[in-house]
Nanobody, 125 residues
Framework: QVQLVESGGGLVQAGGSLRLSCAASGRTFSNAAMGWFRQAPGKEREFVAAITRSGDNTYYADSVKGRFTISKDSAGSTVYLQMNSLKPEDTAVYYC??????????????????WGQGTQVAVSS
């Protein structure tokens, strides 16, 4: 089994910053690709960012490109999402996830096997 524990969410004013973190424990790959998704009430789950197993490449949704940065630690079991210049439309529950090996597109949530509990991010205008 794998457990993902997220932290760092909260309420912030527009233009502010938050740093989310997600630590994986239990059975997992030593250096897995990981990603962040978000879901606002009444909306579909949306891809936010992903980082490859090696950490050499990152992927971002157009809506967050240039504002958010995904990274992972050297052990590969913790992923971070630095969120700058936050906008009210960034308000959502943010989920981290571990991607399955050779599973396809980084942008598709069905290619991820394990999910965290989610952390709420609320951006006020």
């Amino acid at each position: 089994q794998v457990q993902l524990v997220e932290s760092g969410g909260g309420l912030v004013q527009a233009g502010g910053s938050l740093r989310l973190s997600c630590a994986a424990s239990g059975r997992t790959f030593s250096n897995a690709a990981m990603g962040w998704f978000r879901q606002a009430p009444g909306k579909e789950r949306e891809f936010v960012a992903a980082i490859t197993r090696s950490g050499d490449n990152t992927y971002y949704a157009d809506s967050v490109k240039g504002r958010f940065t995904i990274s992972k630690d050297s052990a590969g079991s913790t992923v971070y999402l630095q969120m700058n210049s936050l906008k009210p439309e960034d308000t959502a529950v943010y989920y981290c996830a571990v991607r399955r090996l050779f599973s396809g597109s980084y942008y598709t949530d069905t290619t991820y096997a394990y999910w965290g509990q989610g952390t709420q991010v609320a951006v006020s205008s």
